[in-house]
């Protein structure tokens, strides 16, 4: 069984569809990308999956469980963590800071009025932001960081959940070429050791193809094409809509 | 109930929307381009009734007739624009850049500057105007003598809506106006000179009040207060048709004035909560109002998401000095001084316990003198209508208080920025009807007096160390709060809505606690209030008191720990300090507070943390 | 910035400096308390003078005027009275602490003051708590003197109930039995409501009330409330309001013929403090409470008119008359007491008999409440302005509440 099934999503915004049947799969320890032009519906596709877009029609199902629709906090209990394409983190706190407040979350201590804060979960906090690169970065409030690190922030605030299902939009967006190789060989090394499955989109067509074990073409709110890497390169339908466009 | 009859209230009702309308519609400009909540607006309806009052004589003696008396109304329109378009040119543009809400408590100084001013320059006495030459009778309408006047106003708010919809449709200034309601990211891309923009909207918005304060010449005398009598109501209008939309404002004045008009035939007495009880419907059924848009923020909320400063070993001796210099206060004060101080404490609370909403929870409550006030009257109450003695009496404050607060909070987190400031206000305006309204019980406006303390606290410095006992535990507890995972996790919640739920936090709970705290708190410093002063009567719930505990707050600086409580105690020794020096004491606060406002964008204690950390001595406290 | 920040905390220092010299002072001056024949007796004034200038401000200026000529006339047992006024700031928390100021820093023999009645109520249970003598100056609610009396409170003007049976005397013999009621939606308003209706009761044979508007304080819907008491066609219409909202009320009711054929009760409305705005608006015809200063030709009365035109160059407001007339109850309070004890001060007031401008006026110790009265009248307009005609000024004694109802209301 899948860990992920997504069946039959669709969506619109007053006539417009941004999704429309959406179905796929993603497995414990797989790697899908989720790829297409811009306005293509994989924000929209992803919102829904993680809880903040509550989909018209079709189902989510995590782990066997049905997830549609139950919001952003229930599918992040039920094992999901997402980054957004437009960083969102909490701007006046530390990276650290950051990534407590997920574990608080995970430890259900968010009404905790009586325990100091700032050494709760630190170490662990610290050891995560060592995982995505930011160890020297661990007491800077995240408003000042590089839009780069902000992206490592979210994926270390996705992890902190100890996640089954990372959803990841847009994971490398505005960072150094050599930056992304090693945050998608860190994702991809996470996903094989944990048995984390990662649903990713993603411009950069290189770290697609170097790092997913399949790919979804989404195109007008819909799958055009699906298949191993390999098997979407060759596709003409692909290369004339996305690959031609954009490459 | 005869045809005629209903056709006569109705069109009654008709003529109050209009004159609604026109002094609402303004203000929604202003907010939907500025995002300032203009607090001064009624105080322009006020000059505008005083401009209008004024030139009307003298244009009318000059040459009598109907020419004269309308130049003299759109020359008050005018003249209210040009000065509310120096307000934004010498104020509110020096300060866009401060943190949230500063243009609000601005324009709070206005308002007092203003009230004064309009005594100095026109004189105590209400000014009765000279009717409209050709529109002085009445017309007859199914039997019914109908004022001319009324009717040419029931035309009037129509004709103003209808020429704003030209104005923001048909021309560049317009949609210029219209981008930066609804897509301020397009405004940027569109390369407009913003401050031109801002001070137009505010002329317009301006003169707008300037008109309907003149309209209001006919049928009624400037009086000095017009300003706070009009205020609440144009807010009010302007939230229940959604903030930014002009059109909205048309109909909730229209749904408004109806209602009144019909509904005091049934209750003669609900005069007092109508607008606010319509308010609060309107927004738990719909959130953002009849035609508005979700969450148009309040000015730069997003900005300025400055890191608190860690609570070092430092700070603790800091607040532990305060703390042994406020015990050992009595041996040198004597007991007047003791009473400044217990009520120094007492709004230090307040302020701070607003502040875990304001600069923590980032929730903007316009109404937390309800929490503050309703503390209180649960003290008086249990001590009057249940023989209570004090400890039991002061342990009702915050139960009663957080109680509410919970209640009203779980309906008020449903919704968000102004909205939720809105309705917060519409919260505190019904808990001040109902200690207005319900005399057998609360005693009305006249209030519950001879609430003292037991005897053991009855002593002066006794009861400066109940307090200081009291208020330090809420204090204390309150700045650990912010430390504690909760005050962490609200944080995180205030930062980024979207993050904290994608993390498992609900942004809700965590602001709904917020609320019960705060209540809770803020209901405690009301019980030590009422015991300090022996009496209570609902001004205590009424919206200058929510103003003043925004003003602390935002004065010592919400951003941090500790500026609330600066703030508070700075505030009210200021006002103490001021009112024997003059009958014009208003207008010093209010320049004191511009003053303050200016020289501390970031309030007193958030410069200074500022100003030590740019210059790298960043260990002060907090 | 740098130069800013010098700036405001020179300001704060100074201040806090000004502050600290103050209660310097003040400690200093508390200790001189064996008081020699000429030192002035101190007494505490507050009352509203930003918020409502209008009322307070002809007050003041009443009892400055008295205050000049007793101490021109030596003062009490040669001493000088020194008045220590201060803005109440028209709320409850203010005026209690402005309250505790004079009387633990400035070391006042009393207080007197007010114009609110919630902040009189306040100041009053103040008094009763420090056990200082408090006079209140202008506040009308029953409750000052009934319900919430205590022994420590005073007051010289007619309340509510006294002002209310005055008017009730003038239109009992109009024949109107429907009446319509409109007051403003507070304590005042409410109350005086109350009061008519029972007074009006037990005077007017077959009297009922068809309808009543409470308008709120300040913003009433002129336009609806008129059409709503015209719907009940009363045959008289019995009004509390004031100021802004009365403006309205009369400019829209005599458009609509509200007041044609019908007897109308107006309460305060023939004071010079809220006929004047009406210029020439005044309802005619309206049987009012007021004061017809310029058409009171006892000596004494013309006398106190013009010493108060030739200083003032205004012409008196009810509030001067009011003020006037306090202080000099002040000084006969005082000359009888003779010493700023407090119980003296009370025992010399329970009783006291004043002659003032406008009559003789006694202070009934059962509820110390004065038996001043108020002129009621018909208003007319002349030469542009209001003015009242056949008035008669009504003595307080015969209207006041019972001594039973007294007995009966207030709890000390």
Redesign the interface.
Known sequence: MSLLAVNGLSKSFGGVKAARDVTFDVAAGQLVAMIGPNGAGKSTTFSMVGGQLKPDSGEVILDGRRITGAGPRRAWRAGIGRTFQVTATFASLTVAGNIQSALMSAHRRLLDPLTWAGPLYRDEAVALAARVGLADEVDRPVGELAYGDLKRVELALALAGTPRLLLMDEPTAGMAAHERVELMALVADIARSENVGVLFTEHDMESVFAHADHVLVLHQGAIIARGTPGEIRADARVRAVYLGTAA | ?DLS?LL??T???L??ASALFIAACGLTIIFGVTRIVNFAHGAFYMIGAYLGVTLAVRFLDFSYGAPSFWAAIVLAAVLTGLLGAAMEMLLLRRIYRAPELFQLLATFAVVLIVE?AV?WLF??????GP?APGL???VMIAG????AY?LLLVAAGPAVLAAIWLLLNRTRFGILVRAATHDRQMLAALGVNQAVLFTATVFLGCALAGLAGALQV????A????D??IIA?AFVVTVIGGMGSVTGAFLAAVLIGLL??FG??VF??I??VLVFLVMAVVLVVRPWGLLGTPEPEIRGEAAL????R??DRKATIGVAVVFTLLALYPLVA????L??AI?AMVFALFALSLNLLLGHGGVISFGHAAWFGLGAYASALAVRHLGAPMELALLAAPLGAGLCALAAGWFIVRLSGVYLAMLTLAVAQLAYAVT??W?EVTG????L??I?PSQWASDRIAYYYLTLALTGIAVAFLIR?V???????L??A???A?????????VR??RL?AFA?AGSAAGLAGGL?VFS?????P??LSI?TSVDALAMALLGGIRTVTGPVVGAA?LH??K??V??LT????TLLGLTII??VL??PGGIVGTLVD?LRRRGAGEGAP | MTNNRVTASSITRRTFAALAAGVGLVAGLGLGQPAHAADPIRIGELNSYSRFAAFTVPYRQGFELALEEINAAGGVDGRPLEVISRDDGATTGDAVRVAEELVSRDKVAFIFGTFLSNVGLAVADFANQNKTLFIAAEPLTDALTMAKGNRYTFRLRANTWMQVGMLVDAVKESGAKRWAIVAPNYEYGQSSAENFKQLAAAAIPGFEVVAEQYPALGKIDAGATVSALEQARPDAIFNVLFGGDLAQFVREGNTRGLFEGRTVASLLTGEPEWMLPLKDEAPEGWIVTGYPWEQIEDAPHKAFVDAYQAKYSDTPRLGSLLGYQLMYMIRDMLAKAGSTDTEAMIAALEGLQIDTVAGPVAMRAADNQATMGAWVGKLTVHEGKGRMVDWKYYDGGPFMHTEDAVKAARQD
């Open positions: 109930m009859f006569i209230q069109l009654n009702g003529a109050s004064d005594i004189g105590a006495q209400d000014i009765l009717r002085k009778g009445a019914e003598r109908f004022p009324e006919p049928k009624q005398p009086t000095p207060h017009m706070v009598n109501e009144q008009a005091i035939l003669p007495k005069t007092l998401l400055v890191p608190l860690r609570w004597d007991a007047f001084a009473k400044l009520e207005f309204q005399v009305g406006d006249n209030g007096i001879g003292w709060l430390f504690t995972p909760f005050g962490h996790t944080r995180a205030r930062d980024s979207l993050r904290a739920e994608a993390i498992g936090i609900d709970r965590q606690a705290i209030y002063k022996g009496n209570i009567d001004s205590v200058p700075g020794l200021l103490d300090f009112m024997p009958d014009y004491w208003r003053a303050l020289l501390f100003f």
